[in-house]
């Protein structure tokens, strides 16, 4: 795993040893992504520079550095991520005459261009990867990512300079560098707690789309975007194709796939391990890797000392059973809120899921002791693990019937009380509620139930479930919320069943732009490489997909055959549980230990001068909170982390 960087100055007006020096400070930048070696190649004809940083993992010999020439020297590659199936693609290249010189992923990469052309061998790859590729005979500079989206890359013009990187601190070092902070992405930001791809937060650059080639011609200026994989088609198709076998065939294709990407991505040159919860995904994932290792395979997990957020114990029970080398660490909230000052750095971008907290947490515990952990997201988006498919399909049919007037009514007497006082209450009441009641975090559905009960249609209960402002544009001024593929019809998917059609919609927005930029800048950010077997293994993706609901969601429990799986390996004892979300309580810090901080960042006058928010708006909810009216804490997170990335740029 690697940092990549460069740009392209079609006006000629860098010498070599300028060319060097720039893009040596934009690859500084990104150090943390590549600790081991730094390379870099550049071309005075053209204006070209190419920077990279080094995460040795496979051949740590100087044969796997990078930037890496073809044997033909057309191509010049900078490259992050692995490619799973090379020793594959190396036997048969090598039958088609190539020869290599050590036995990186990178080289196999460089003679599959040679071989078949960019995006036929672009396909062939089994993988997560960002790469730009230089074609010295075309003169054309092309950047790909993978197609789920796990590696980043970001690109645009800067003043006439063409420049991209692994992450978007790498283009705020270079000279041209002159953006302005984009109001519309801002409200994107607000809708979802991330912004979706292809904005930035900056005006002129993007994120490069999950499962494309772009082709860039710095010299006319010309751009051209090519999908080499859509994961909306493969979600149509599979929905359309269902897996016409058995349920035991179905289980045993599954537990063979899975087998079979796990073991591949067992394979480094250096110590490796996995995330563990505990839960149904990250202990599959375990489980897999013990059942195909003759060690204990070494496992990490973090545990909070406020129980509804504890999960360290079930970890521990599934780490005890397969008899992994586990190892714990209870984190303190003072240790936890520690992480928050370093946030803006670390994700570059403003960001605001708070669990980003313990994701940096436990990859900061597993880089101690290893290089590479894998990790199981996933598959909550493949197998309908997320509570609001069963949620909103199950209210939204119950409530349909009555009439939207009466919707209303019922919304408005359920948000009278407060989640405080809706905790207290069920709390209160807990002896005569049913078991699946008992929880005091079931108050935290109320907003919920509240916001659906007046949507018009299905289409509009996911949008409000996946929103924490609903109105963005009446908070960023000047804002207007970009066309994406939640908010346009026309790009949603051939799908007419309410749940497969919410999966469809978090496969393409909410998995890659959210919960794999969590993962990918919190191992990074500490020289970790994260493997998401359930999803950089296109075939498992493409084979769950084919897989009908009712195989996913049985009897009311999610990812059901997953499960099914699973339990050849740990007793369902050690798994049957309410989920739990991986988070912390930002509720009770912004009113407690973060309340001098939050408040600082959204002073009414710092909030006028900087312009970017309806002061009024924005007040209005912290004051709400703090009195406990609403369950405006993750409004106001969003709000917080975009203030605390601007204090780091500015």
Request: aromatic letters at 12%.
């Amino acid at each position: 795993m690697c940092g990549i960087t460069g740009f392209w100055d079609p006006s000629l007006q860098y010498n070599t040893e300028t060319l060097e020096a720039v893009v040596k400070k934009m690859s500084n930048e990104i150090i943390h992504r590549g600790p081991d070696d730094y390379g870099a190649w550049v071309d005075e004809r053209c204006g070209l520079a190419l920077g990279f940083c080094r995460l040795a993992i496979l051949d740590l010999t100087p044969a796997g550095r990078q930037p890496m020439s073809s044997a033909d020297n057309r191509f010049k590659i900078i490259y992050n991520g692995e490619i799973y199936n090379h020793e594959e693609l190396r036997q048969e290249l090598s039958a088609l005459g190539h020869s290599f010189r050590g036995h990186s992923d990178t080289e196999v990469m460089l003679a599959a261009f040679v071989q078949w052309g960019i995006i036929p061998a672009v396909k062939r790859f089994n993988g997560m990867f960002a790469f730009a590729l230089w074609d010295s005979q075309d003169r054309q500079l092309y950047l790909g990512r993978d197609r789920i989206g796990i590696k980043p890359l970001y690109y645009g013009w800067l003043n006439g300079v063409f420049a991209f990187g692994s992450e978007l601190k790498t283009l705020r070092v270079h000279p041209a560098f002159q953006c302005e902070i984009n109001r519309n992405a801002l409200a994107l930001l607000l809708r979802h707690n991330y912004i979706t791809a292809p904005h930035s937060i900056y005006t002129n650059i993007s994120k490069l789309k999950q499962g494309c080639i772009l082709q860039v011609n710095a010299f006319n200026r010309n751009t051209q975007l090519t999908p080499y994989w859509s994961a909306l088609e493969i979600a149509e198709y599979g929905y359309s194709h269902p897996f016409e076998g058995n349920v035991r065939e179905a289980e045993d294709q599954l537990d063979a796939l899975l087998r079979e990407s796990v073991r591949l991505r067992m394979i480094a040159d250096v110590p490796l391990g996995a995330f563990l919860s505990g839960g149904i995904d990250s202990s599959t994932i375990v489980a897999m890797m013990q059942a195909q290792s003759t060690i204990p395979v070494k496992t990490f997990s973090i545990g909070f000392w406020e129980k509804p957020y504890d999960e360290a114990q079930h970890a521990r029970a599934v780490a005890k059973h397969l008899g992994t080398d586990h190892t714990e660490l209870y984190v303190t909230p003072k240790e936890a809120m520690e992480v928050i000052p370093r946030l803006p750095t670390l994700y570059d971008e403003p960001y605001s899921d708070s669990s980003q907290i313990p994701t940096f947490l436990v990859a900061q515990l597993a880089r101690q002791h290893v290089t590479v952990s894998l990790s199981g997201d996933g598959g909550d988006e493949l197998f309908a693990g997320y509570p609001r498919y069963t949620f909103s399909n199950t209210v939204w049919r119950w409530m349909n019937w009555l009439p939207q007037s009466v919707r209303r009514a019922l919304a408005g007497m359920i948000g009278l009380p407060s989640v405080e006082q809706w905790r207290t209450a069920i709390k209160t009441l807990e002896p005569v509620l049913p078991h699946s009641l008992r929880q005091t975090m079931v108050a935290d559905k109320i907003p919920k139930l509240r916001a659906v009960m007046a949507c018009k249609d299905g289409q509009e209960v996911y949008k409000r479930l996946i929103s924490h402002w609903m109105s963005p544009e009446n908070v960023v001024i000047g804002g207007r919320e970009p066309i994406t593929v939640v908010n346009d019809s026309t790009q949603w998917p051939a799908i007419n069943a309410f749940v497969p059609w919410m999966m469809a919609l978090d496969l393409v927005s909410y998995l890659p732009d959210d919960i794999l930029v969590k993962v990918d800048r919190a191992s990074m950010g500490v020289s970790l490489e994260a493997r998401v077997p359930l999803l950089d293994d296109h075939r498992v993706v493409e084979f769950a997909w084919r897989l009908p609901l009712s195989m996913k969601v049985r009897h009311g429990q999610s990812k059901w055959l997953l499960r099914q799986v699973l339990y050849r390996y740990v007793p369902p004892a050690l798994i049957e549980r309410p989920k739990m979300g991986f988070g912390v309580p930002i509720d009770h810090w912004l009113r407690g230990p973060l309340r001098e901080w939050a408040e600082a960042l959204l002073d009414e006058h710092r909030l006028e001068q900087e312009g970017y928010f309806h002061t009024k708006v924005i007040r209005e909810a912290w004051e709400n909170y703090l009195a406990g009216w609403g369950n405006w804490h993750y409004h106001l997170w969003d709000i917080l982390m975009f203030q605390a990335w601007l204090d780091s740029v500015h």
